[in-house]
C-alpha cells in the first residue's frame, strides 16, 4: 500500500443541470368544454330555482287554453269586506268579486262554479258578491256547490245562481239576520269604572258596552234588522222563484239539511263538486270533458306567504273592527 490511495467511484453518468420536468401537450378544447359544463350546471340551477318559483306564485290558469273552461271560484270561511289576506278562515268580498269578474271576462271560460264553504258573514259581503254574480250571469251560467256548510250570508249568495247542489247533509238555510249588542255596564260598575260621554243625538253611543239599549234604541234595532232581512227574503224568492210568504215561512233561523232544503225549493239538487263542474259544462253548452279552471284555489304561496308581516298576526286582529265594534255585530 505505502503510499497509495485506493478509491472507488460509481459512475453515474456525467454531471451536469438537473432535468425539467416534461411536460404533456394540452389536449386543445379541454377548457372550452369545462366553461360548457359550468354554463349546462348554471342553467340547470336557474331551471330548477325558477321552476320552484313558478310551483309556489305561479297561476297556472294563465297558461294559455283553447279549451272551453268551467271555472272554480272558493267561498271558504266567514264573508266579510275588505282585503285581508288568503287563507285566514274569512272570504273577502273583493278577492272573490274578482275572481268572478275575472272568469267573466274570460271568452274560453263558459260557465262559472261557486265552491261554498261558509256560515255566514256580513249583509255587505254577500250583497257585494251577489252583485258580480248577477253580472256574470249576464254572459254565462253560474252554478252553486255547496260543501259542509253554505248557511245565511253564504245561502244569500246562493240563491240569485242559476242551479244549487248540496250534499245530502250539507247544513244550508239559517235565513235571517241578527244584530249582536254587548254590554258591560255590570263588570264597569264593579270595577269603579264611569263614563262621560258627550254627544250630538241620543242614539249616537248606541250599542256602546258601557250601557244597555235605551227602549228606543231597541226598537230602532228592530227597524234596522227586518230592513236588511227584508232585502234578504226578497233575494231568495227572486233567485229562487218563490213568493215572499212562503219565504218567510222558512226564514226563521233554522237550518236545513241539503236533502231537506231540495224539498223546499232552496236548493234544485244533491251531488258534490263534480257533479256541479258537469251541470255548470251542461249549461255552459260544453260538448264532452270540460277543463276546470280554479281561480283561488289555496296554494302553496297563500300557506306559505299568506299571512301579515304585523307582530299580531291573529286573524281575530285583522276584523276586530268588526267584532269588537261600538255598533254591535251584525250578521247575516
Known amino acids: 500500500m505505502g503510499g497509495t490511495e485506493l478509491t472507488s467511484q460509481i459512475d453515474n453518468g456525467p454531471v451536469g443541470p438537473a432535468e425539467a420536468p416534461v411536460l404533456k401537450p394540452r389536449k386543445k378544447g379541454s377548457g372550452a368544454g369545462r366553461v360548457f359544463i359550468y354554463l349546462l350546471v348554471f342553467v340547470g340551477l336557474l331551471t330548477i330555482i325558477g321552476g320552484s318559483l313558478f310551483v309556489i306564485f305561479g297561476d297556472f290558469d294563465t297558461l294559455p287554453m283553447d279549451s272551453d273552461k268551467v271555472a272554480v271560484i272558493y267561498v271558504q270561511g266567514i264573508m266579510i269586506t275588505g282585503n285581508l289576506p288568503g287563507g285566514l278562515g274569512y272570504a273577502t268580498s273583493e278577492e272573490i268579486s274578482k275572481s268572478i269578474q275575472d272568469a267573466a271576462d274570460d271568452k274560453n271560460v263558459k260557465a262559472i262554479v261557486l265552491r261554498i264553504n261558509s256560515p255566514g258573514g256580513t249583509p255587505a259581503s254577500a250583497q257585494e258578491i251577489v252583485s258580480e254574480i248577477k253580472k256574470a250571469q249576464e254572459k254565462k251560467p253560474v252554478v252553486i256547490s255547496m260543501g259542509d256548510v253554505a248557511a245565511s250570508a253564504a245561502y244569500y249568495i246562493s240563491a240569485p245562481a242559476d242551479h244549487i247542489i248540496a250534499n245530502p247533509d250539507t247544513m244550508t238555510g239559517s ?42 234604541e231597541k226598537q230602532y234595532s228592530e227597524e234596522v234588522v227586518l230592513e236588511a232581512y227584508g232585502r234578504f227574503i226578497d233575494e231568495i224568492a227572486s233567485g229562487r222563484g218563490l213568493n215572499r210568504s212562503e219565504v218567510k215561512d222558512m226564514a226563521d233561523g233554522r237550518i236545513y239539511t241539503g236533502n231537506r232544503a231540495v224539498e223546499l225549493g232552496l236548493v234544485d239538487e244533491t251531488g258534490n263538486l263534480y257533479d256541479a263542474i258537469d251541470v255548470a259544462a251542461k249549461l255552459g253548452g260544453i260538448e264532452g270533458e270540460p277543463t276546470v279552471s280554479y281561480k283561488n284555489k289555496p296554494s302553496l ?13 291573529r286573524p281575530e286582529s285583522l276584523v276586530r273592527y268588526l267584532f269588537e265594534s261600538p255598533f254591535g255585530f251584525f250578521e247575516a
Open 301 to 313: 304561496s297563500r300557506i306559505l306567504f299568506g299571512s301579515t308581516e304585523s307582530t299580531d298576526a
Open 175 to 216: 235565513i235571517g239576520v241578527i244584530w249582536v249588542f254587548e254590554n258591560s255596564s255590570r263588570y264597569f260598575d264593579e270595577e269603579g269604572v264611569e263614563y262621560y260621554v258627550a254627544k250630538s243625538g241620543d242614539f249616537k253611543d248606541m250599542g256602546a258596552n258601557w250601557r244597555g239599549l235605551s227602549d228606543a
